[in-house]
């Protein structure tokens, strides 16, 4: 079908595929609260507790761990060389940080997060209900030997372009379930090959994400021993991602940042499907409120976050319908159509979207490992535009100023999400890092 977005400052250049903000007009004061929304505050709470019991199993599976008493945690990196290749040196931008979950332990990308947490949180339940753990029991029993071989009776599947992937199938091959990975076309090659040597069944389409998504589900519905993780609709993967926002705020106290109505928090995460960023900008609201700022970010022809929202729609909207391409080099967010479910907790809550070109992707991954050695993929290196979209735009102006917060960019905290990299072959990384140089002249 084709759609025809509403008049918004951001429309033409979001539909020549030029980078772009949008700001969300739904946006509401104390939106966490806002009745209706499909989920409740004190369920990020919940995950959190639930992070905490699975410590003791997750150090099990994955001695990696072990350092950290079998928490999936990431440095908090304060850009102090990096923003001045990036051109923040000005005071307006505060102080700018890099979440680094780019190198998260396990699956390398936020996605550990996710995937991880809900593979071992339905482990949990399918061992307490045929009585192998008992409620409040020692949860490394999951690891034992008449666990593994219920485990191995089942199928852990999921619908990926190639990060939820990597982070399900791990999950579930440590725990003994068999893995199947339905893999989209944008997948990139290196992802598929890790994911064998895992022992991970891959099933290729040459399609889009929404299409490898769909045949997985399909998949599970017809077989009863299939559990589908579902990445468009599901709340177990969406409150994993939530808990990283504890994990942040403990970060920014020891670094002596803070966050309320005169130290405003910007956040910068980018987007595929919704899940992940959403997750952690809703457990963000949940902790900081409206302190906390927390904006999108999706490649020029694959906004599908900003062509739903901006649309206003009811139904879907992909950016195929607005005559977008779907096609990046950033693999991670080559998505046509957004989470419904993301949308619908998202509408009071998100400041706004942006859009990025592939090769600023490529610039600031070289700028990133060239200043401060971060490791990253292209669509993780999305969110340092932010600063500049924030500070500096027409836009970001406009929404500074209806938010009262003209004169307190100086106090601000800006937080880049990056969300993968750790995992990428070295020459694959290689390739990356040439193609930035030649971008910036390096």
């Given at each position: ?16 595929g ?26 990020v ?5 639930n ?76 061992a307490e ?58 997948a990139?090659?290196w ?20 299409t ?5 589900r ?19 993967l ?54 906390a ?27 195929y ?25 998202m ?22 490992h060239?200043t ?49 990299g750790?995992?990428v ?18």
């Amino acid at each position: 079908m084709s759609v025809q977005l509403p008049d918004d400052p951001a429309r033409d250049d979001v539909l020549a595929g030029r980078p772009a903000l949008w700001l969300n007009p739904g946006l509401k004061a104390d939106g966490i609260a806002e009745p209706g929304l499909p989920v409740r505050a004190a369920q990020v709470a919940e995950a959190e507790t639930n992070w905490q019991r699975l410590a003791p199993l997750l150090q099990t599976c994955f001695p990696e761990l072990a350092a950290a008493g079998g928490r999936i945690q990431s440095a908090l990196i304060e850009a102090k060389a990096l923003r001045n290749a990036l051109g923040y040196q000005g005071a307006d931008y505060g102080r700018v940080f890099v979440k680094a979950d780019g190198d998260l332990p396990v699956a390398g990308s936020i996605k550990a997060r996710g995937g991880v947490y809900e593979v071992f949180m339905h482990a949990l339940k399918m061992a307490e209900k045929r009585g192998i753990l008992t409620p409040g029991g020692d949860v490394t029993v999951l690891a034992g030997e008449q666990a593994r071989a219920l485990f191995a009776q089942h199928t852990i599947a999921v619908g990926s372009t190639g990060n939820l992937g990597l982070s399900v199938g791990i999950a579930a091959r440590a725990l003994g379930f068999r893995a199947v990975v339905h893999m989209s076309a944008d997948a990139k090659q290196w992802k598929v090959e890790r994911l064998t040597r895992l022992g991970v069944e891959v099933v290729r389409h040459q399609a889009d994400y929404t299409t490898a998504v769909e045949h997985a589900r399909i998949d599970a519905e017809a077989d009863p021993s299939i559990y589908f993780v579902d990445d468009e609709r599901s709340q177990m993967l969406f409150f994993g991602y939530s808990a990283a926002a504890r994990e942040l705020a403990a970060q920014l106290d020891a670094a002596g940042v803070t966050v309320d109505a005169e130290h405003p928090l910007f956040i910068y995460l980018p987007c595929g499907i919704g899940g992940a960023p959403g997750g952690a900008a809703y457990g963000l609201k949940a902790i900081f409120g409206d302190a906390a700022h927390a904006f999108f970010v999706e490649p020029v022809q694959s906004p599908c976050a900003l062509v739903h929202m901006m649309s206003g729609a009811a139904e879907l909207v992909s950016v195929y319908d607005v005559g977008l391409s779907n096609r990046t080099e950033a693999d991670g967010m080559a998505v046509a159509r957004m989470s419904e479910f993301v949308a619908e907790v998202m509408r009071p809550l998100l400041s706004g979207v942006f859009t990025v070109a592939d090769d600023d992707l490529f610039r600031w991954l070289w700028q990133a490992h060239s200043t401060q050695a971060i490791r990253l993929e292209p669509s993780a290196a999305a969110g340092f535009a932010g600063p500049e979209f924030v500070v500096a735009s027409p836009r970001g102006r406009d929404y500074l100023r209806a938010h009262g917060l003209r004169d307190k960019a100086a106090q601000a905290t800006h937080v880049v999400w990056t969300t993968g990299g750790a995992f990428v072959p070295e020459q694959q990384f290689q390739q990356f890092l040439q193609r930035g140089a030649a971008l910036v002249g390096g």
